[in-house]
Nanobody
């Protein structure tokens, strides 16, 4: 199994920034890519960004392109999501998830991900 632990959420004003971290442990060799998803009240869980462990190929949802940046520290099994220029509509619980699907671009459907963290709340006040 792969264990994932997110951190870095919080309350921030619109226009502000946060950095989320996802620490992976366990059988990380089974993980091809890590994705960040978010789940806002009344909405479905949605893909935000993803990155492959090997080539660090990064992908973003259109709604966050140019504002969010995903990166990874391969040696430390850490994935980061830098959130800049935050908007009230970015408010959600953010989850990192691991997929073993070895495809590029990486998959964006939640059901294609095998392991999930517990989530971290991001609240953006306007």
């Amino acid at each position: 199994q792969v264990q994932l632990v997110e951190s870095g959420g919080g309350l921030v004003q619109a226009g502000g920034s946060l950095r989320l971290s996802c620490a992976a442990s366990g059988r990380t060799g089974r993980s091809y890519a890590l994705g960040w998803f978010r789940h806002a009240p009344g909405k479905e869980r949605a893909f935000v960004a993803g990155i492959s462990w090997d080539l660090a190929s990064a992908y973003y949802a259109d709604s966050v392109k140019g504002r969010f940046t995903i990166s990874r520290d391969f040696g430390k099994n850490l994935v980061y999501l830098q959130l800049n220029s935050l908007k009230s509509e970015d408010t959600a619980v953010y989850y990192c998830a691991s997929t073993a699907r070895r495809v590029l671009p990486i998959v964006r459907i939640p059901s294609e991900y095998d392991y999930w963290g517990q989530g971290t709340q991001v609240t953006v006040s306007s």
